[in-house]
């Protein structure tokens, strides 16, 4: 049986060990020691309320956890993930390393897979994306997700490895479709809630989603993605799931930022960082990203959201 170590012990990491734990050996490692005492004794994560930690998961903030894993699954947020694989390139050298996280770094304007392989150039980098809030995972609730690996065959077999009755992985070899899509979705969501939040409309929701995503393939198809990953889960199926619902921290924010008021501090938004990092990429590129970068100047609060919505209706009229 492989050793699974779930690395982040937030919403999400806690999600995918508990889904993953029982037919499987499985660790949660988080870097917090008190807390990952506490989540060892309460059997349960203050950011997953109301879904208890199986018996068998093991809990745990010992980095000796990282070495011994014969997989990872990476949860951190994307703005840490370098800091993290800094802190641990000993331990998880030569190892394959899934990418969880959505979003680019803002410093280097990389996505995930390129971190790690900058970061640790003996490890094999994987992506697992795709809709899904942790709530419905831990809960067990079906869900179908993208596993992106550049290797078929290691592909073929960890894809068995991390599916199970409920949670169906879909495979592809795109790493940089499938890392790109789950990004550039935060970003769009973001619009949509300061669209619904800022009293525009469904009407404009709808088209802000619908341009928005015209921009996420543009983008990834520049940096090398494969279109049917981008209408795949990893891109539409989680911008339709995250511009849609209440349930997604982005577009929370994004409502907040409609409506002028300020967001729950400490509450991961990865799309906030990201916008300004595709904003980035995209004039290094000379790639047209209205949407984003309308987004990049709401999140740095140099326009209000009347101000976006009126500098996208100037704009030229052109073919669809
Ligand atoms: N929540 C969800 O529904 C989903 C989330 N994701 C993605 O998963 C990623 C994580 O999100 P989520 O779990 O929700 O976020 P949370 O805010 O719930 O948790 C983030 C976790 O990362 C840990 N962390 C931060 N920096 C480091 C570091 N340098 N080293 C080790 N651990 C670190 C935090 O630890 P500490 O508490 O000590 O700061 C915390 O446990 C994001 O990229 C998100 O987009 C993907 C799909 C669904
Ligand atoms: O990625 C997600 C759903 O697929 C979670 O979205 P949020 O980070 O916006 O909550």
Partial sequence: MSGIVVAGAGAFGTALAVALSGTREVTLWGRDGPAMARLSGTRSNPRLLAVPLPP?????????????????????????????????????????????????????????????????????????????????????????????????????????????????????????????????????????????????????????????????????????AEDGTLMGLSGLGDLVLTAMSEGSRNYRYGLHLGRGESFEPGVTVEGAATALAAARLGQRLGIDLPVTDAVAALVEGHIDVGSAVRALLDRPLKAE
């Fill in 56 to 224: 068998a998961l093991d809990v745990t903030s010992d980095p000796a956890a990282l070495e011994r894993a014969d997989i990872l699954l990476l949860a951190v947020p994307a703005q840490a993930l370098r800091g993290f694989l800094a802190d641990h390139a000993e331990a998880l050298a030569e190892k394959p390393l899934v990418a969880c996280g959505k979003g680019i770094d803002l410093e280097t304007l990389e996505g995930p897979t390129a971190v790690i392989a900058h970061a640790i150039p003996s490890a094999r980098p994987l992506v697992l994306t795709g809709p899904s809030f942790a709530a419905d995972i831990a809960r067990g609730l079906p869900t179908a997700l993208t596993l992106a690996c550049a290797d078929p065959e290691e592909g073929t077999r960890l894809q068995a490895l991390l599916s199970t009755p409920v949670l169906r992985l879909y495979r592809t070899t795109d790493l940089v479709g499938a890392e790109l899509g789950g990004a550039l979705k935060n970003v769009v969501a973001i619009a949509c809630g300061a669209c619904l939040g800022g009293g525009f409309g469904e009407s404009a929701r709808a088209a802000l989603l619908t341009r928005g995503f015209a921009e996420m393939r543009r983008l990834a198809l520049v940096c090398g």
